[in-house]
């Protein structure tokens, strides 16, 4: 078990008196089977009206904030103390039916499944590419060419950290060669639907080790529906299966469903904005 302190700090300055309309928070972590919270706080300046919790269609936390003050900063704080039990990530059973690549979903979670499915939305980009994971010939486990697709992602193209907002296409991705965290996934999943997997989108944080000036990242990775195994995590950006260090906050179909922090503002005309993103994620 891992036991994590996570202080995920937003600015925004804005160059006039600003009102703050609604935003959405997701910041708080999924709680599932392995991931436990202990504590969770969110504090913001000014402070809200209001803030309304509630769960979306895919069982996120959402926090809805309400503002009665104008500003000319705003500054949103979520503290989190949690414990992660996914020590063992390979440790699972595929169903038998499951187990050897191609195969098909059973109709009862088709029912459930098909919105992360992609049939006929497939490239030639991708369809081209596809054919260096996959010959279609080749006698393969399911497991090992979701594998061998991640690890492809790593090896084959450069990482860069990219600022502007919104997500590459799968297709910008293969044509650069490069990409972020959450173009990378994007490329993975729509990679693994070209291929009859379901797939989704995850939004989260990493821990690695703190150094002078890294504590932890915000991070983006991939889950796979494999049966038995239920939705696993890939991240192709250092091309493993998630285990401990990996803590997911928001899943979705398409990556641009889940921001972190998402509202807007009404300022003088020529108002400008500027961003400040601060992660702490320690150990222990």
Not at 94 to 110: G, H, I, Q, T
Not at 202 to 210: N, Q, R, T
Not at 233 to 254: C, K, L, M, N, Y
């Amino acid at each position: 078990m891992k036991r994590y302190r996570i202080r995920h700090s937003t600015w925004y300055g804005f160059s006039g008196e600003a009102t703050l309309e609604p935003h959405k928070l997701r910041v708080r972590p999924r709680v599932d089977h392995d991931v436990r919270i202990l504590s969770a706080t969110l504090t913001m300046s000014p402070s809200a009206r209001s803030v309304h919790w509630y769960r979306d269609v895919e069982n996120n936390s959402v926090a809805v904030v309400d503002f009665d003050k104008t500003c000319e900063e705003l500054e949103i704080v979520s503290e989190v103390e949690l414990e992660h039990f996914d020590q063992e990530p390979l440790d699972f059973l595929v169903e038998d039916y499951a187990v050897d690549f191609p195969f098909s979903y059973r109709d009862e979670d088709l029912l459930i499944l098909n919105p992360y499915l992609g049939a006929g939305e497939s490239s030639d980009a991708l369809k081209q590419w596809s054919e260096r994971i996959w010959d279609g010939q080749e006698m393969i486990q399911s497991f090992s060419l979701l594998s061998r697709l991640c690890d492809a992602i790593e090896t084959g193209f450069e990482y860069k950290i990219r600022e502007e907002p919104g997500v590459q296409s799968p297709e910008d991705t293969l044509s650069l060669g490069s990409g972020s965290c959450r173009d990378f996934a994007n490329l993975f999943i729509a990679m693994v639907r070209h291929f009859g997997f379901a797939a989704r989108f995850v939004s989260g944080y990493l821990f690695v080790p703190p150094g002078p000036e890294f504590f932890g990242t915000t991070h983006a990775w991939a889950e796979v529906y494999i049966p038995g195994a239920g939705w696993k995590g890939f991240d192709p950006t250092s091309g493993e299966i998630t285990s401990t260090t990996h803590i997911p906050v928001a899943v979705a179909r398409s990556p641009e469903s889940v921001p972190p922090v998402e509202g807007s503002f009404v300022g003088p005309p020529g108002t400008a904005l500027k961003v400040g993103v601060w992660i702490t994620l320690l150990d222990g």
